[in-house]
């Protein structure tokens, strides 16, 4: 299995994701903070500073999509659906943008799983 490349904004952008901050509250977003199965629950400060707590996400979510974690894989599969089936791409919601944020790699994670069917 490949392993999830970390994309820019730049690069999300260009696949249709959208990462954007959640105090700009836009129709359709999805907002995946904390308090949803996607939220980081690595604290600045407390878990290292946004490049370290960024870097646990990523080996997080990489180590709950190679167990199955069905909680987390179910909410990547309806993100994964909406963001085929609207056309048009997807907007992540976090209170990080435009700073790193761990949105950046569930943005990465949607377009790797993209690759694959291809």
Avoid at 10 to 20: F, H, N, Q, W
Wanted: net charge positive; aromatic share 8%; with cysteine.
């Amino acid at each position: 299995m490949r392993k999830i490349n970390w994309m820019k904004f730049s690069e999300l952008d260009k696949a249709g994701i959208k990462i954007v901050n959640r105090s700009q509250l836009r129709t359709g977003a999805e907002y995946v903070g904390r308090g949803t199965p996607l939220g980081n629950q690595f604290k600045i400060g407390v878990d290292g500073n946004r490049t370290e707590c960024i870097r646990k996400y990523r080996i997080w979510l990489w180590g709950k999509i190679t167990k199955k974690d069905p909680t987390v894989c179910s909410e990547l599969k309806r993100l994964y659906d909406k963001a085929v089936c609207s056309r048009s791409g997807i907007m992540l919601e976090c209170h990080c943008r435009p700073k790193a944020c761990h949105a950046q790699v569930i943005g990465s994670c949607l377009v790797w799983r993209a690759s694959l069917d291809k």
